[in-house]
T-cell receptor, first 113, second 116 residues
């Protein structure tokens, strides 16, 4: 089984400041990597995904994540956060050899005005 | 599009009672999953299905049963509820499953269950 580690359970950041949410995974096989966002009282929504190719993946709302195979990491970044980015963020991994998605424990991002 | 719909949204049970959570998807997805979300533990897989008529155990299957009689529906049952099953339950679906390169999960909005 694979495992996903999100190193920070809570990240407070001031509005318009940059943020990085960290994610590390353990796998020796080809993986697919995802970031999901969960707003209060809602289900998870796909934020971005890495499948193959360029190691830098971007989403439509300014977030980006970089796949680093040597460090088995897939950190999420945004250069300038907004109040509306306040949410729970989950990193997830799957592979071409299994039937399951594996989730990290989540990082609660709070943007402070 | 409705996507993934879960019913009910909230439920309170007494210890020992039973109930069924319903998940319906209208995207013709083959794969469906039930997760529970608890504070500090992220999402844990309870059961999943790789197609109509199939089910398989996930990480935390004890105390739960599932059925996938129709492709669009995935039911999660609690035969004898326990306080440890107090949680938020999420259903999700995907077209090709976890082993496909382009098949992320689509989630419902969750069911908040309290067992007293």
């Amino acid at each position: 089984a694979q495992s996903v580690t999100q190193l920070d359970s809570q990240v407070p950041v001031f509005e318009e400041a940059p943020v990085e949410l960290r994610c590390n995974y353990s796998s020796s096989v080809s993986v697919y990597l995802f970031w999901y966002v969960q707003y209060p009282n809602q289900g998870l929504q796909l934020l971005l995904k890495y499948l193959s190719g360029s190691t830098l993946v971007e989403s439509i709302n300014g977030f980006e994540a970089e796949f680093n195979k040597s460090q088995t990491s897939f950190h999420l970044r945004k250069p300038s956060v907004h109040i509306s980015d306040t949410a729970e963020y989950f990193c997830a991994v799957s592979s071409n050899t299994g039937n399951q998605f594996y989730f990290g424990t989540g990082t609660s991002l709070t943007v402070i005005p | 599009n409705a996507g993934v719909t879960q019913t009910p949204k909230f439920r309170v049970l007494k210890t020992g009672q039973s109930m069924t959570l319903l998940c319906a998807q209208d995207m013709n997805h083959e794969y469906m999953y039930w997760y529970r979300q608890d504070p500090g533990m992220g999402l844990r897989l309870i059961h999943y299905s790789v197609g109509e008529g199939t089910t398989a155990k996930g990480e935390v299957p004890d105390g739960y049963n599932v059925s996938r009689l129709k492709k669009q529906n995935f039911l999660l049952g609690l035969e004898s509820a326990a306080p440890s099953q107090t949680s938020v339950y999420f259903c999700a679906s995907s077209y090709y499953g976890a082993s496909s390169y382009n098949s992320p999960l689509h989630f419902g909005n969750g069911t908040r269950l309290t067992v007293t």
